[in-house]
């Protein structure tokens, strides 16, 4: 058989390269949280993994260092890897009892911090950011335990996980993760006593039926969390709020413990835990009210075909001492970004409005601007037509009309 020309062998690699492209297109990649349910043989095990990424990533950060000061080529994570594969017969015999794949991905990582902050430098020098340039730092046990991440083989069943070395890991929460999808990777990391799962799934992309419904205006507030513009509201949990006085108790306990002490660690413990109590009631309710204004799992005349929401400023809203605390409360950017995101999944339009529209100083019938409105004003009065309205009803109906 004769061997093909190279524009044949060229021709040939364009039509195979077109359609891996494609096919990569078709997928997405989406990610994955669960709680697991753990026993203390395997608790164990999995803070040997999260301190083992851990000591992997400041031995590469101390490396890296001597070598630039040095004058010596930077080791690559390849390179840090192969250093610590020759330590284990000598140094750190305990390397052994964990997988590899927690040093691989520590080193990798700390290669991708040291990508960002050289990026971030030059765009310094460019004066296109403003921020710090994020310097990779030491990770301390003090403040966390951490996490570790797992490539390779990784398989999933309705009510547990199994990760290479950990074996097979019970989840709390049966049925939720796919079970015939491709996993590239998966993570565990431990929150206020807890451990988690995350599993990054490549999923064959959905194209949804963009949604026929009617506009809905969105008003984000401190007294209600959303107010809609086809009546609807969605109160405000105020987790903070309500748990400041006990987190403030728990706070001056854990401070008054001496460093070091076994008390310390269990008032660190409540603190902690307490924390993640008001960050979940915020994110649940955060998640309910954007689920129900994007309806993803109704028909496609019950959503929403465009959604209208403020481009706040929250920067800036949290720079007003009085407000700050409240406002943080609400989790407005949360909101936002989980709408941008469950839209695009049903197929919903979100416009944003500018933060300089008027929306809640404009009367939602006649159009008078009323430039005296304070915050203290909750109920809405024209005085051209004399509409009288609650004041985030009326700057909702205001948000769906710029999208008319």
Request: hydrophobic content about 35%; charged content about 25%.
């Amino acid at each position: 058989m004769d061997r093909p020309s190279l524009e044949t062998a060229a021709t040939l690699w364009y039509i195979c390269s077109t359609f891996i492209a494609e096919e990569e297109e078709q997928k997405m990649v989406r990610g994955y949280r669960g709680e697991l349910d753990l026993n203390n043989a395997q608790k164990t095990l999995c803070r040997k993994h999260a301190g083992a990424a851990r000591w992997a990533y400041n031995y590469g950060l101390r490396r890296k260092q001597a070598c630039y000061k040095a004058g010596q080529p930077t080791p690559s994570a390849i390179d840090l890897h192969r250093e610590i594969n020759a330590l284990k017969h000598s140094e750190i015999p305990w390397a052994y009892e964990v997988s590899k794949c927690a040093f691989q991905e520590a080193l990798r990582d700390l290669d991708q911090a040291f990508k960002h902050f050289f990026r971030k430098c030059r765009l310094k020098k460019e004066g296109t950011w403003k921020g710090t340039c994020g310097y990779p730092r030491y990770k301390s046990q003090k403040k966390a335990i951490g996490g570790a991440r797992f490539t390779g083989s990784i398989r999933v069943s309705p009510d547990a996980i199994q990760l290479p070395r950990l074996g097979l890991l019970r989840l709390k929460e049966h049925g939720y993760f796919p079970l015939n999808s491709k996993i590239s990777s998966a993570t565990i990391s431990e929150h206020a006593g807890r451990w988690y799962v995350s599993i990054c799934v490549h999923e064959e992309a959905k194209d949804s039926q963009p949604a026929t419904g009617d506009v809905i205006g969105v008003d984000l507030g401190i007294k209600r969390l959303a107010t809609l513009s086809d009546g609807r509201t969605f109160e405000n949990p105020k987790a903070l709020r309500k748990k400041i006085t006990a987190l403030k108790r728990a706070s001056r306990r854990h401070s008054r413990k001496a460093k070091g002490s076994r008390n310390r660690q269990k008032a660190k413990l409540r603190l902690s835990r307490m924390h993640a109590r008001i960050a979940n009631v915020r994110n649940n309710a955060l998640h309910q009210a954007t689920a129900q204004i994007v309806a993803r799992t109704k028909p496609d005349q019950e959503r929403p075909r465009v959604i209208v929401l403020e481009d706040l400023n929250i920067a800036g809203m949290l720079k007003n001492r009085r407000l700050a605390r409240a406002i943080a409360d609400v989790g407005m950017y949360e909101f936002k970004r989980q709408i941008l995101y469950k839209a695009e999944q049903a197929g919903v339009q979100v416009l944003l409005a500018s933060r300089w529209e008027p929306s809640s100083k404009t009367c939602s019938y006649c159009g008078w601007v009323n430039e005296a409105l304070t915050l203290s004003d909750r109920v809405f009065v024209c005085l051209e037509c004399g509409n009288v309205q609650d004041r985030d009803a009326n700057a909702a109906n205001n948000l769906a009309a710029l999208a008319q």
